[in-house]
């Protein structure tokens, strides 16, 4: 096993430009609400092997949503997290008993419909922002992101549902994607994926990530709770946008 900080299937350079990557994308996340997961993601399957980048980029997740989640833990909206924690284990449960491979567009295409309809469409009916419809929504959530890693941005505006105070919104989405997160450790290992090559990364990508969440935070209070809902909703707007695109291209209906 080797120790090194930096695996050698990105080497030094690109392993530095991540760090620095996590540190800017945690701050994002922090400050606006949503999008620095997404953005990292794109930018670790830009240098990263197919097979490491959504297991090592859903612990670097795990880290940062759970230092996000620490340092706000006064505004967590414990009833929610109750109802989505259930949830989070039927999702990876189905999930690691089917291990399907879901086409590209239709998840891209669905996440990114939701997400603008929860965005700029009508407010969803109280029954289903209650603890069945959460239940509903983590399940499927969780499950979904065992395969494409992307599911923050509609988790994001689920909640956003729910809260309209800026720090209630950041804290429960965080806590909410921490335990979204957590089984991948399990369900990958099991599959036979070897964290250990990537641990010391991983571990200070995760560092990264909470110095830029103490930024992102600091931020956010500068931010009125309207304010931050129209670039929270502007940045998961550009975020379901990108999706469609790809959709579109992942489809054929466009040409890559």
């Not at 530095?16 to 997404?38: D, E, P, Q, R, W």
């Not at 891209?108 to 969803?124: D, E, N």
């Not at 809902?229 to 890559?256: K, P, Q």
Request: with cysteine; net charge positive; charged share 10%.
């Amino acid at each position: 096993m080797s120790l090194s900080l930096f695996p050698d299937a990105i080497g030094p350079g690109i392993g530095l430009f991540l760090l620095l990557a996590s540190t800017l994308t945690s701050m994002i996340t922090a400050a606006l609400g949503a999008g620095g997961g997404v953005l990292l993601l794109v930018l670790m399957a830009s240098w990263m092997p197919p097979a490491a980048i959504i297991p090592v980029h859903g612990m670097i997740q795990l880290g940062s949503n759970a230092g996000r989640a620490t340092l706000t833990r006064r505004h967590i909206d414990w009833r929610v997290i109750a109802a989505f924690a259930p949830g989070v284990l039927a999702g990876a449960a189905l999930g690691a008993w089917l291990l399907v491979d879901l086409p590209e567009y239709l998840w891209q295409l669905t996440i990114a419909l939701f997400v603008l309809y929860l965005c700029w469409g009508p407010a969803l009916p109280k029954a289903s922002i209650g603890k069945p419809g959460i239940f509903i929504a983590s399940t499927l959530t969780s499950f979904i992101s065992l395969f494409v890693g992307a599911t923050g941005p509609l988790v994001a505006a689920f909640i956003k549902q729910i809260h309209r105070d800026r720090f209630r919104t950041v804290s429960t989405f965080a806590t909410a994607m921490t335990l979204q997160h957590a089984p991948k450790a399990l369900v990958f290992s099991v599959a036979g994926f070897v964290f250990s090559e990537w641990l010391p990364f991983i571990l200070a990508m995760i560092a990264c990530g909470f110095a830029g969440t103490w930024i992102g935070l600091h931020l956010l209070k500068s931010m009125s709770n309207r304010w931050f809902t129209l670039v929270f909703n502007v940045v998961l707007t550009l975020l379901a946008l990108r999706l469609l695109w790809l959709a579109a291209i992942s489809s054929g209906w466009l040409a890559a």
